[in-house]
């Protein structure tokens, strides 16, 4: 725990690129998809969100690597806040203007991630726990 909170104070005064992978639930509307693997990786004070083989839909026809960058971080006592609005996401490499993250919230901690965003009218909402199995 404490070697954790080390490297997080250390990655929000910009001294180390780290990141931590996470398994959850990602619900869109009413579609819901368990196991999906989030990492975030930090550098300084922003994160970048990578959601791998997501698909938003039932019928979406593939799965795609879905990337939020630019996530502001603020760190708090008990947790990290995150934030950003109008951030261009990029899927498979590629940016998508026309699915622009028009605002994200969301918190991390030592243990769990979670955070809801609005993208192309729909809200995402994901909460995973961290994967010791990638570590």
């Given at each position: 725990?404490?070697r954790i909170l080390f490297a997080v104070a250390l ?125």
């Amino acid at each position: 725990m404490k070697r954790i909170l080390f490297a997080v104070a250390l990655m929000l005064m910009g001294l180390a690129v780290s990141a931590q992978t996470f398994v959850g639930t990602m619900k869109v509307g009413d579609y819901t998809r368990k196991d999906v693997t989030v990492k975030m990786t930090v550098k300084g004070d922003t994160a970048t969100i990578t959601m791998y083989r997501v698909k938003f839909a039932k019928m979406m026809p593939v799965k795609v690597n879905f990337q939020i960058p630019d996530i502001r971080i603020t760190a708090t006592q008990q947790r990290n806040l995150l934030e950003c609005h109008n951030i261009v996401p990029l899927g498979n490499g590629k940016k998508y203007p026309e699915y622009t993250v028009r605002k994200l919230n969301g918190a991390v901690t030592s243990a769990v991630l979670s955070f809801t965003c609005t993208m192309d009218e729909k809200t995402i909402v994901y909460s995973g726990v961290i994967n010791r199995r990638a570590e």
